[in-house]
């Protein structure tokens, strides 16, 4: 079966709204099992709408459409849907009954405007809208199926859970359960976790992939499908652990992990504390680690010494380190880490020093170079970083990286 | 002229990704008075890209698509353009030459798969993207325009703004010249905004009028055309002109403008110093206050005193006002400000405790809990905040709210 979302509203094409309703009905899709091939916005003209209907009608057998059920003249769903179809509109009493337990209850008069609301399709099942003033359906039609729902997220959300989902469940019941896990990578590009991955990709015929490049991140999606819960699991994990042996120690987490859980998990279990010192992150390291909840179980706080003299006095750099190597420099960097693991009194220190920019960039020292060290009892390690992008995404991608820098320490790599 | 948007990419119909580039670019087609009839979001899928590129290139004139170019085997945009026009697909010397500079700036090898991003349809006129590695196209062909921008918000954003955009303009000058202008409002709710302004703008007949809430600020958009950018302008000019008036200081700033611009402007025009002391923020004020380029101008640094045993060694609270008030109290949130002020040799200290949650309520003391603080060299003033949400939004409201009471101190409020 082939599904295909309709989202109707001439706010969408004008830019006034993002349509989030598509990706909710998406989503939801999945979970049934049921292929999703279209999306298409429409506007509220009825002669765009009806081919955008009578298109989706040839190549979809399930059309679910969100909007235009609103009791205004630019509301056109369901006189295009009649047409689409060649059906007519019908009056629907349930229809005009719960409008008027809903006017009650607002305490308003019904407007006549909204006695529209009370046509529909003949033949639809009905669906009282408790939540607003416009019903939806359920049209089936000649082995197509057309469902439409309010434009207004709340409402489209709740008649859809409690009515289409149930109804889709019941008349299709998924023969194939389908699950997909997401493997998070950070330490390599979108090119070079393809190049690790793609021969053992290409001779895979009973899981599909996917791999997404985001700002932090590279991630790695693998779905399957089979008959059972446990069989689907099985097949999952069994891919899971191949591609786990090619990204090694790169792949961080899984799913909803966070880099920072992660970590924090890894502190917790070696009962370890941290203590963070940042120049050009101006805070976001130690802002990235207390998103956790519970965080102050291994975080003790940290500096942020935007200038040198910060550097000097609370970290303890000395000011003749930073007039031979600049601010910007392994040696800084290391000497912050240092400087915060003592006066924080924790286990570990961290620091990062660059040059965000657009500004800064002096001499052979360009925007995103990005100094980063880590401190323990017997040791400091530093790294060299040049980052891309623009200031904010620079300050994220070194956070990311000495974080990534920190997890691989904790697990002895 | 009729415009069509296809979004591209598999993530979107697996409900994995919200479409927002539909969104960014349906409002840039608005302000260039160009009509966007369909959106059409489709999968990797060659075969079902390939008939709605078939079906864009039938009903529209202009089509802009997003997505695709990435350098893994699923991205198959230029391939299916060009089977689509019966176009060869070949290879671009200046693709090539930006990715060899791209890849030496990052420290990297081309990577196998990078070198597939070299090819494009012929004819078409390559976009250089400095921003990652897939390159943009805008291809003309017997009166079709299509234009190609790579998925990634950011890339794709800066790369239809320096380029498609003016290109348009020149192609296709607008007739009314449109215009909006939004106004940011801290430290009112949205009904409380709507009941100062709906008096006037029901009156209105020039203008459209939008209130959006979002978590940070209430927004207030205006929209208005005229022939002339001149013309516009003064129209746009005098609504704003008239809101001002209906909601004073409450507004921080407009458009692109954020809070910690404003204030960062601020303390550069009055030639003040500050410095954050944090805890539950962990380093969010900082990080807020360094998004801006140059803010090493007005911005100090800061202690991160996540425990505290910081508060007392770095910033000087006696352990007997924490003993006695607790963390989270109005003393410790003074004592903080006057210690950060005094330790990072600032005119202003400002700082935040409280309790972010979803852990840590105690007693009277309920999550959402936040005290703030404001020193300078004569005095020191504190707020109460009781505000609601997740971990994270307590935290971001906790900095705006703290970045509203420096904008009304700066401000002499």
Redesign the interface.
Same mark, same amino acid.
């Given at each position: 079966m082939k599904a295909e *979302?309709i =989202?109707i509203g001439s706010e969408?094409? %004008?830019?006034?709204?993002?349509?989030?309703n598509?990706?909710?009905?998406?989503?939801?899709? /999945?979970e049934l099992g049921i292929d999703?091939?279209?999306? =298409?916005?429409?506007?509220d003209?009825p002669e765009?709408l009806l081919?955008?209907l009578k298109?989706a009608l040839k190549?979809s057998d399930l059309i679910i459409t969100t909007g235009g059920l609103g009791p205004t003249e630019d509301d056109v769903t369901y006189q295009t849907i009649a047409r689409a179809l060649n059906l007519k509109l019908i009056k629907y009493a349930e229809a005009e009954e719960s409008l008027k337990i809903f006017f009650k209850k607002i305490n308003k008069r019904i407007s006549p405007s909204n006695l529209k609301q009370t046509y529909l399709p003949e033949g639809a099942n009905i669906i009282i809208n408790q939540y607003g003033t416009a019903p939806a359906m359920i049209l089936e039609k000649e082995n197509k199926m057309i469902c439409s729902f309010p434009g207004v997220p709340h409402e489209m959300k709740n008649l859809i859970e409690e009515n289409l989902i149930p109804y889709l469940k019941e008349k299709y019941p998924p023969s194939m359960i389908k699950k =997909?896990k997401t493997l998070k990578i950070t330490g390599l590009?979108? @090119? &070079?976790v393809?190049?690790l991955i %793609?021969d053992y *990709?290409?001779k895979q015929t009973h899981y599909s992939f !996917?791999?997404? @490049?985001h700002?932090e991140d590279i991630q790695v #999606?693998v779905t399957t499908q089979a008959p059972t819960e446990k069989e689907v699991e099985k097949l999952l994990q069994f891919s899971i652990n191949q591609l786990t042996k090619l990204l090694g120690h790169y792949i961080y987490g899984s799913d909803e992990e966070t880099i920072e859980e992660v970590v924090g998990n890894l502190l917790k279990t070696k009962k370890l504390k941290v203590a963070?010192a940042?120049s050009?992150?101006?805070?976001?390291?130690?802002?990235? *680690?207390?998103?956790i =909840?519970?965080? &102050?179980e291994y975080?003790?706080?940290?500096? /942020? &010494?935007? #200038?040198a003299? *910060?550097k000097e006095?609370?970290l303890k750099v000395p000011p003749e380190v930073i007039k031979k190597h600049g601010e910007v420099s392994k040696q800084v960097a290391k000497l912050m880490a240092e400087g915060v693991r003592r006066?924080?009194?924790s286990d570990i220190g961290i620091s990062i020093t660059g040059i965000?920019?657009? !500004?800064g960039a002096t001499g052979k020292k360009e925007v995103?170079l990005v100094y980063m060290a880590l401190a323990d009892a017997k040791k400091t390690i530093a790294q060299k970083h #040049?980052?891309?992008?623009? %200031? #904010?995404?620079v %300050?994220i991608r070194a956070c990311r990286r000495l974080l990534n820098m920190l997890r691989l320490y904790l697990m002895g790599k």
């Amino acid at each position: 079966m082939k599904a295909e *979302i309709i =989202s109707i509203g001439s706010e969408i094409l %004008r830019g006034q709204i993002t349509d989030t309703n598509a990706n909710f009905i998406a989503k939801k899709l /999945v979970e049934l099992g049921i292929d999703l091939e279209h999306i =298409s916005g429409v506007s509220d003209n009825p002669e765009s709408l009806l081919s955008t209907l009578k298109l989706a009608l040839k190549r979809s057998d399930l059309i679910i459409t969100t909007g235009g059920l609103g009791p205004t003249e630019d509301d056109v769903t369901y006189q295009t849907i009649a047409r689409a179809l060649n059906l007519k509109l019908i009056k629907y009493a349930e229809a005009e009954e719960s409008l008027k337990i809903f006017f009650k209850k607002i305490n308003k008069r019904i407007s006549p405007s909204n006695l529209k609301q009370t046509y529909l399709p003949e033949g639809a099942n009905i669906i009282i809208n408790q939540y607003g003033t416009a019903p939806a359906m359920i049209l089936e039609k000649e082995n197509k199926m057309i469902c439409s729902f309010p434009g207004v997220p709340h409402e489209m959300k709740n008649l859809i859970e409690e009515n289409l989902i149930p109804y889709l469940k019941e008349k299709y019941p998924p023969s194939m359960i389908k699950k =997909s896990k997401t493997l998070k990578i950070t330490g390599l590009g979108e @090119a &070079s976790v393809n190049d690790l991955i %793609r021969d053992y *990709i290409n001779k895979q015929t009973h899981y599909s992939f !996917g791999i997404y @490049a985001h700002p932090e991140d590279i991630q790695v #999606q693998v779905t399957t499908q089979a008959p059972t819960e446990k069989e689907v699991e099985k097949l999952l994990q069994f891919s899971i652990n191949q591609l786990t042996k090619l990204l090694g120690h790169y792949i961080y987490g899984s799913d909803e992990e966070t880099i920072e859980e992660v970590v924090g998990n890894l502190l917790k279990t070696k009962k370890l504390k941290v203590a963070v010192a940042e120049s050009c992150t101006g805070g976001m390291l130690g802002e990235t *680690i207390t998103r956790i =909840s519970g965080s &102050s179980e291994y975080f003790q706080g940290g500096v /942020v &010494s935007y #200038q040198a003299k *910060i550097k000097e006095e609370l970290l303890k750099v000395p000011p003749e380190v930073i007039k031979k190597h600049g601010e910007v420099s392994k040696q800084v960097a290391k000497l912050m880490a240092e400087g915060v693991r003592r006066c924080c009194h924790s286990d570990i220190g961290i620091s990062i020093t660059g040059i965000a920019g657009p !500004g800064g960039a002096t001499g052979k020292k360009e925007v995103g170079l990005v100094y980063m060290a880590l401190a323990d009892a017997k040791k400091t390690i530093a790294q060299k970083h #040049q980052l891309f992008g623009n %200031r #904010q995404l620079v %300050r994220i991608r070194a956070c990311r990286r000495l974080l990534n820098m920190l997890r691989l320490y904790l697990m002895g790599k």
